[in-house]
């Protein structure tokens, strides 16, 4: 996470404990539009992340995000517990629709312009989103197939696993980024059965 994320997140969380600690009068109201500053701001991180070129040997382009309908279930028992009289706060209701909107942003970002999200450079595999993260593929040990959610695990011998969904990606290109690790480990890397 970049130190501009951070800053903008912290001040933003900090403000709306501060609402709800004092009580403001109106407090529903500030609540909502920290909550709507802080969701405009990181729909302009992806937006600027997707936008943003980027240079590298190999890039992947997701191809689909899936819409998690949990969200909408979410908004619309919140609503209709309020209308029915549970004493439910404004500003949450203002939340639970937040957080449909920014999947419907995602949903359509993804779908309209798919955003290069990983990215081969050199040695280093890059995973773009709102958090950048690398690893460096000359310490990969294992690339396991998950059956239960249809994607890549990669190991590594000195950092943090990653996960990648496969459907979200061409199978021409997990191959090829396949090939590519295979060559420029320096470990005895292991791969499971059905990885394409």
């Given at each position: ?119 081969l450079d050199g040695y280093q595999l890059k ?10 593929i000359s310490g990969l040990t294992k690339i ?53």
């Amino acid at each position: 996470m970049r130190k501009r994320q951070i800053i903008v997140t912290a001040f933003l969380i900090l403000s709306i404990v501060l609402i709800l600690v004092l009580d403001l009068r109106h407090h529903h109201w500030l609540v909502s539009f920290c909550l709507i500053l802080m969701f405009a701001f990181y729909g302009r991180e992806h937006y600027k992340l997707v936008t943003r070129g980027v240079g590298g040997e190999l890039f992947l382009r997701r191809q689909k995000k899936s819409f998690k309908k949990w969200t909408i279930a979410l908004a619309v028992a919140g609503t209709i517990l309020f209308f029915v009289g549970i004493p439910i706060p404004k500003w949450t209701l203002v939340l639970f629709w937040l957080i449909v909107l920014y999947e419907c942003f995602l949903f359509f970002l993804v779908k309209n312009l798919n955003p290069i999200t990983l990215v081969l450079d050199g040695y280093q595999l890059k995973f773009r989103g709102v958090i950048v993260s690398h690893r460096n593929i000359s310490g990969l040990t294992k690339i396991d197939h998950i059956d239960s959610s249809g994607g890549l695990r990669f190991s590594f011998r000195d950092e943090n696993d990653i996960q990648i969904k496969k459907s979200d990606y061409l199978d021409t290109d997990i191959f090829q980024l396949i090939e590519i690790c295979k060559e420029r480990t320096k470990e005895d890397l292991v791969l499971s059965q059905n990885l394409i």
